[in-house]
């Protein structure tokens, strides 16, 4: 398996414009989570889906972000609009079972710079 | 409140001996714990965890930690270091909404 893919690896955009991170979790897997990281903040949940449902959104900073999840093999995370404070990395991440004791797997993240 | 505290920013140790990283956390209930890598530009990698039974653990690339429940923490601990182990730490424990609870990262640098 090729493990958890990330699209795009960076991006660079401007203020005010429409960002949309992709991911393919590992094929099997029934829960799915996006992180941020930032030296600030660390990691950061922002999302949990179970079998293509989203479970917890608590972490989503606000309005501008929204994520789908419109099948098992496949996930986005939508800022709109962008904000400069918005860069940082973004993490899918995928595991398979309770998520209490089960291990995530992680993509190789997208870099988000906004400008 | 639950969290979880790696005390040390950064760990410095010479290649071939002991390293250890720590991690306490303060979660209700039985924690579920977690040790994850990053390698540079890498997302997280999954080292070991420890969920019940044995409080010493085992896992990737010769790695362990220990559980000391009266002390509240999760060591991570290797008896000989690698150059190229040098990388970020990340604790982790499961807290009672059965959210994963991050620690900020210990970068470990093992020196030559």
């Known amino acids: 398996d090729a493990g958890v893919i990330q699209s795009p690896r960076h991006e660079v955009t401007e203020m005010g414009q429409e960002v949309t991170l992709r991911c393919k979790p590992i094929?099997?897997?029934?829960?799915l989570f996006w992180y941020r990281q930032t030296m600030m903040r660390g990691l950061e949940l922002l999302i949990y889906?179970?079998?293509?449902?989203?479970?917890?959104d608590s972490g989503m900073p606000e309005d501008r972000f929204s994520a789908k999840m419109p099948n098992a093999s496949f996930s986005t995370l939508k800022i709109q609009p962008s904000e400069p404070r918005d860069s940082a990395v973004y993490f899918c991440a995928s595991s398979w079972g309770s998520t209490e004791n089960t291990e995530a797997f992680f993509g190789q993240g997208t870099r988000l710079t906004v400008v | 409140a639950q969290s979880v505290a790696q005390p040390e920013d950064q760990v410095n140790v010479a290649e071939g001996n002991p390293l250890t990283v720590k991690c306490t956390y303060s979660?209700?209930?039985?924690?579920?714990l977690f040790w994850y890598v990053q390698y540079p530009n890498r997302g997280l990698q999954f080292l070991l965890k420890y969920i019940t039974g044995d409080n010493l653990v085992k896992g990737s690339y010769g790695f362990e930690a220990e559980f000391n429940k009266s002390q509240t923490s999760f060591h991570l601990k290797k008896p000989s270091a690698l150059v190229s182990d040098s990388a970020l730490y990340f604790c982790?424990?499961?807290?009672?909404?059965?959210?994963?609870?991050w620690g900020l990262g210990t970068s470990l640098a093992v020196n030559p």
């Open positions: 979660v209700s209930g039985n924690p579920y």
């Open positions: 094929s099997g897997h029934n829960s």
């Open positions: 982790a424990v499961r807290d009672t909404r059965r959210k994963l609870i």
């Open positions: 889906f179970n079998n293509n449902v989203p479970i917890d």
